[in-house]
T-cell receptor
Framework: DVKVTQSSRYLVKRTGEKVFLECVQD?????MFWYRQDPGLGLRLIYF???????EKGDIPEGYSVSREKKERFSLILESASTNQTSMYLC?????????????FGDGTRLSIL | GEDVEQSLFLSVREGDSSVINCTYT??????LYWYKQEPGAGLQLLTY?????DMKQDQRLTVLLNKKDKHLSLRIADTQTGDSAIYFC?????????????FGAGTRLAVHP
């Protein structure tokens, strides 16, 4: 079974802090993704990566950056946290080969910015 | 453009069948997916269907695909309280050399006795 592990289930930070959310997958997947989930809006893609050191902007990249130094790890960085970044953050990974590329999700990090 | 639409809420009685509907826009999607999210958890892949199929059955789950109308449905037979969750459908348009998933807003299924 694919295992995607997010480092924290709950996190509370202050406005202006630099925040790191970590995600690790154990299935040697090429692709990794960061989403945020807000009520009534579904999942919105922030950034994704299809290879080590590669990154692509998703639909809402403003205020975020990412890092992928190793294949199994994908970090989301909030450079200067703001209250409108309070949300549930979900990491996912998928294989890079084949036409069927379902994404496998971690349990999420509920982030509160005070 | 890419857009996936679902109704936001469905309430059913325990033991009845549930049908969750979804419409999508991108005809290049090779696979379409259903995910389940229980409270406080991430998304769990439930099932998927290849775009050249009309139907796929997996135990209590039946997926129907009408490619002409770009309509996807998930039927849960003999719905149980443990099926209470948010259900997301997703299309997978091919962007460049890889697939991305476009999710609907999710349908919250409430199962009552």
């Amino acid at each position: 079974d694919v295992k995607v592990t997010q480092s924290s289930r709950y996190l509370v930070k202050r406005t202006g802090e630099k925040v790191f959310l970590e995600c690790v997958q154990d299935m040697d997947h090429e692709n990794m993704f960061w989403y945020r989930q807000d009520p009534g809006l579904g999942l919105r893609l922030i950034y994704f990566s299809y290879d080590v050191k590669m990154k692509e902007k998703g639909d809402i990249p403003e205020g975020y950056s990412v890092s992928r130094e190793k294949k199994e790890r994908f970090s989301l960085i909030l450079e200067s946290a703001s209250t409108n970044q309070t949300s549930m953050y979900l990491c996912a990974s998928s294989p890079g080969q084949g036409r069927n590329q379902p994404q496998h999700f971690g349990d999420g990090t509920r982030l509160s910015i005070l | 453009g890419e857009d996936v639409e679902q109704s936001l809420f469905l309430s059913v009685r325990e033991g009845d069948s549930s049908v969750i509907n979804c419409t999508y826009t991108d005809s290049s999607s090779t696979y379409l997916y259903w995910y389940k999210q229980e409270p406080g958890a991430g998304l769990q892949l439930l099932t998927y269907i290849f775009s050249n199929m009309d139907m796929k059955q997996d135990q209590r789950l039946t997926v129907l695909l009408n490619k002409k109308d770009k309509h996807l449905s998930l039927r849960i037979a003999d719905t149980q309280t443990g099926d209470s969750a948010i259900y997301f459908c997703a299309e997978s348009p091919r962007v460049g050399g890889y697939n991305k998933l476009i999710f609907g807003a999710g349908t919250r299924l409430a199962v009552h006795p």
